[in-house]
């Protein structure tokens, strides 16, 4: 086998420098996105009680149409 090279301390300060950058560049965007997806939850919950209201009404109709003295 090959023994391993030296990296350049120019080339380890890069790297880790765009480590860094990375994780900062996304800690911001993550505080930046959060609020906005728990406004889309939030909403798409309320459209959803919404649905199952409508749904629930639905079909206690269809159970009183289908129940009649006449059948």
Known sequence: ???PVQVSPLIKLGRYSALFL???YG???YNY???RAE???RLAAEEKKKR???K???RELA???EDTILK
Do not use: S, W
């Open 1 to 3: 086998m090959v023994p």
């Open 56 to 58: 629930r009404i639905e």
């Open 27 to 29: 800690a911001k965007r």
């Open 52 to 54: 199952d209201e409508q």
């Open 39 to 41: 406004e889309e939850r």
């Open 22 to 24: 990375g994780m900062a």
């Open 63 to 65: 159970e009183a149409q």
């Open 33 to 35: 996105l959060k609020p």
